[in-house]
């Protein structure tokens, strides 16, 4: 069967497992059908979710790809990178962020009213530092909305920094943050760039995930809370570091 015959899901199956990119599809997919092809893609690999990513978490990013709302992706244990180690870059396009991450120590399941800033605050494990690695499986890294959260809002890797906090602190609100390629600083951002509080990020996607049919976030699940920096593009041999509140807290070295 020719590519351009095949489901989308599958056509993306076959991308990550060749390593080959494919073409972007002749209808493009409406969002409903971009969350079904996600699940699809992730059913076929028998893992359950451990991370939840959010994408487009601010309003500059959300604009660019004409969204009312962020976008919600998904990846497996086997994603999951120890700040420290290598990364192999698969793809032609590789961009990193920093990001705040929740580890979740209790279930959020859906409930008779919406949850709040407040009410998840009881759920939170751990929050650690971040960098996402976002790639596409597409030819290109410039999509248009149905086809960028049908891969998985461009997916791929999370790098586990160090571990800022057991709780929630008000600091993480507003905390500087910045992204190093190779010694040079390329982003200065700041947490406040994901909805405003990186916490309502977080209440945002559990509410997301029970009205959507998901069960909502899960104990022992990571939450990648949006980029607080904005993507830098990388590629083999870079070194790249994430600084939380002045303090070096996640690292990654990409390689061929």
């Keep these: 069967m020719r590519e351009a015959d095949k489901p989308l899901d599958a056509v993306l199956v076959q991308a990550r497992r060749l390593g080959v990119p494919c ?30 990513k959010l994408a487009l978490t601010s309003a500059p990013a959300r604009e660019a790809f004409g969204a009312a709302e962020p976008a919600v992706g998904r990846l497996a244990a086997s994603a999951i990178l120890n700040s420290g180690a290598e990364a192999r870059t698969a793809w032609a ?46 030819e290109t890294s410039d999509l248009p ?10 997916g791929y890797a999370l790098v586990l920094g160090k571990r800022l906090a057991w709780t929630w602190e008000e600091r993480f609100a507003d905390l500087p943050v910045t992204m190093t390629r190779n010694g040079e600083v390329q982003e200065n951002g ?8 990186p916490i309502d990020a977080l209440a945002w996607l559990a509410n997301w995930l029970c009205v959507n049919g998901e069960g909502g976030l899960r104990r022992e699940q990571l939450v990648a809370s949006g980029s607080c920096t904005g993507a830098t593009e990388v590629k083999a041999g870079d070194d790249i570091r994430a600084g939380f509140g002045g303090i070096d807290a996640a690292c990654i070295t990409l390689v061929p």
């Design 93 to 138: 396009e590789t961009y990193a962020e920093a990001e705040i991450v929740f580890e979740l120590g209790s279930d959020l399941p859906p409930e008779g009213a919406p949850y709040t800033r407040e009410s998840v605050l009881p759920a939170i494990k751990a929050i650690y530092a971040g960098i996402e690695l976002a790639a596409t499986r597409f």
């Design 23 to 52: 073409a972007l599809p002749a209808q493009e997919p409406t969002l409903e059908q971009a969350y079904a092809i996600q699940r699809s893609v992730m059913a076929g690999s028998n893992m359950p979710v451990m991370v939840w």
């Design 145 to 154: 909305l149905g086809s960028f959260v049908a891969d998985n809002a461009m």
């Design 190 to 197: 700041n947490s406040a760039r994901v909805m405003g509080n």
